[in-house]
């Protein structure tokens, strides 16, 4: 079981250039991407989502890419020999219609904006992605590796909420056993108080309890919660994405809760289910972090 919680960066230098690879996540209902490139590698983005895509199911993740060309990378600036040309004509004409005096020299020119340009369409060079795509997986293994250890950390956590949950469903059970026969105590003792022993009918009486016993029954409930924690815990072994089942799961025992509350109202089942909730809520909310 995965986090969807984690940070990785990783670093490749070549003879392109020093690649520069950071990639965070946090959580999110679906898989959301963004990737930030220098301008010169934008045409690469769609390869980074699809790398991502691959290895990462759910989360919302952010890509940085900083790239440092090598100093002595072919081609890495040109001379722009029109550019030159067409200033040293100006500068000739300027010269003579101010009869001007000196020589136009080479740094002059140089001085003079877009003569040096860096050269375009770096991202065609396959060096460049092979760069970027080392860095890229390392740092998405940087990322895995923290994900893991914190989704494990979760399961340890979420396991021994579930042993707690597993307790308050068996005391629930107990306690609902002796809810009928409370009940005819209660009733009994109520009927004794305001009528004779003679002036009422016993099958009456038994006809009520019976009645009562078929609302707050609380057993199908029981057996259905016992299932939801079966299956919570069989997926806490799955190696596959398991955050929105779980998130299902919960949502259902919740609903079984919800219907055990409003059909017992004895003090230790209420506060049994109160505890319960607690610890459902507890579960859910490591559960919106797990991919």
């Given at each position: 079981m995965n986090s969807m919680t984690g940070f990785g960066k990783a670093e490749v230098t070549t003879k392109t250039g020093r690649f520069t690879v950071e990639v965070s996540s946090v959580n999110s209902r679906f898989l959301e991407v963004s990737a930030r490139l220098p301008r010169t590698l934008s045409l690469l983005?769609?390869?980074?989502?699809?790398?991502?895509?691959?290895?990462?199911?759910?989360?919302?993740?952010?890509?940085?890419?900083?790239?440092?060309?090598?100093?002595?990378?072919?081609?890495?600036?040109?001379?722009?020999?029109?550019?030159v040309r067409s200033y040293h004509r100006q500068?000739?004409?300027?010269k003579k219609a101010l009869n001007l005096s000196g020589e136009i020299r080479l740094s002059d020119l140089l001085a003079l904006p877009d003569i040096v340009q860096s050269e375009p369409n770096i991202t065609d060079d396959d060096r460049v992605w092979s760069g970027i795509k080392k860095a890229t997986d390392k740092a998405l293994a940087d990322l895995d590796t923290m994900r893991q250890r914190e989704g494990a950390a979760m399961a340890r956590?979420?396991?021994?909420?579930?042993?707690?949950?597993?307790?308050?469903?068996?005391?629930?059970?107990?306690?609902?056993?002796?809810?009928?026969?409370?009940?005819?105590?209660?009733?009994?003792?109520?009927?004794?108080?305001?009528?004779?022993?003679?002036?009422y009918d016993p099958g009456r009486l038994e006809q009520e309890i019976?009645?009562?016993?078929?609302?707050?029954?609380?057993?199908?409930?029981?057996?259905?919660?016992?299932?939801?924690?079966?299956?919570?815990?069989?997926?806490?072994?799955?190696?596959q994405p398991v955050g929105k089942k779980l998130n299902f799961i919960l949502q259902e025992m919740n609903r079984e809760t919800n219907t055990i509350a409003s059909k017992s109202p004895e003090p230790e089942v209420t506060a049994a289910v109160i505890a319960l909730k607690e610890e459902?809520?507890?579960?859910?909310?490591?559960?919106q972090n797990v991919e």
């Open positions: 983005e769609h390869r980074l989502r699809d790398m991502v895509n691959v290895r990462i199911n759910r989360g919302k993740i952010t890509l940085f890419v900083g790239f440092e060309e090598s100093e002595d990378a072919p081609g890495r600036f040109r001379l722009s020999q029109n550019a500068l000739l004409a300027v956590d979420m396991k021994q909420r579930l042993k707690v949950i597993a307790g308050l469903i068996k005391g629930i059970a107990r306690g609902s056993s002796l809810v009928v026969e409370k009940y005819r105590q209660r009733l009994t003792s109520r009927i004794s108080e305001l009528v004779s022993p003679g002036e019976a009645v009562f016993a078929e609302k707050s029954d609380i057993s199908e409930e029981c057996t259905r919660l016992s299932s939801h924690l079966d299956q919570y815990q069989h997926s806490l072994k799955s190696k459902i809520e507890k579960l859910r909310e490591l559960v």
